[in-house]
């Protein structure tokens, strides 16, 4: 089991352009989560899929950010427009999907905007 | 809008010692309660969880629990300096659903 796996482990970006980030989850997951960490604000939820439905985005900036999960071996987070505030680690987590089934996270992804 | 702190903020023990961290919530409809060590550079790994009041142990590591306290915390005994790490508690309504984190604790642990 290759646990959780994001791509890329580093991005750069200009101030303006915009960054997709990948997750694949542990096979046999059900549900997906993404969470940012920054040395700030610490580990924040941003949004999560269940069976592939968005079922909670409140955690999302709503105005360049969207998430997608349109398979269940895959979900994207996009950051259109990216600011230097957007840099931070963006962790993806999956679980099995049970009441109290642990959320196993991927490396991250660090995203750096210049 | 649910709310974790944790204390202390950081914290060096000798190797050994009894290490104890506190995590507070807010909302009292909580039902999963977890603790993630992080080391630097590396993602969260989860350490223990528990979901019903009282207390559970593995290993060197054990987890309260009091729901009308609205707290819980972790002790590793005999702590050792592979211990040494970012503590994350986190709290959600089910496994299922997304966590709210805590800040995190700092711990050192010098040999």
């Known amino acids: 089991n290759a646990g959780v796996i994001q791509t890329p482990r580093h991005k750069v970006t200009g101030k303006g352009q915009e960054a997709t980030l990948w997750c694949e989850p542990i096979?046999?997951?059900?549900?997906v989560f993404w969470y940012r960490q920054t040395i700030v604000q610490g580990l924040e939820f941003l949004t999560y899929?269940?069976?592939?439905?968005?079922?909670?985005d409140s955690g999302m900036p709503k105005e360049r950010f969207s998430a997608q999960m349109p398979n269940q071996s895959h979900s994207t987070l996009k950051i259109q427009s990216t600011q230097p505030q957007d840099s931070a680690v963006y962790l993806c987590a999956s679980s099995s999907g049970g009441a109290y089934a642990e959320q196993f996270f991927g490396p991250g992804t660090r995203l750096t905007v210049l | 809008q649910q709310k974790v702190q944790q204390s202390p903020e950081s914290l060096i023990v000798p190797e050994g010692a009894m290490t104890s961290l506190n995590c507070t919530f807010s909302?009292?409809?909580?039902?999963?309660f977890a603790w993630y060590r992080q080391h630097s550079g590396k993602a969260p790994k989860a350490l223990m969880s528990i979901f019903s009041n009282g207390e559970k142990e593995e290993g060197r590591f054990t987890i309260h629990l009091n729901k009308a306290s609205l707290h819980f915390s972790l002790h590793i005994r005999d702590s050792q300096p592979s211990d040494s790490a970012l503590y994350l508690c986190?709290?959600?309504?089910?496994?299922?659903?997304?966590?709210?984190f805590g800040a995190g604790t700092r711990l050192k642990v010098i040999a």
């Open positions: 096979s046999g997951h059900s549900a």
């Open positions: 909302d009292s409809a909580s039902q999963y």
């Open positions: 986190a709290v959600s309504m089910g496994g299922n659903y997304k966590y709210v």
């Open positions: 899929f269940r069976n592939q439905a968005p079922i909670d």
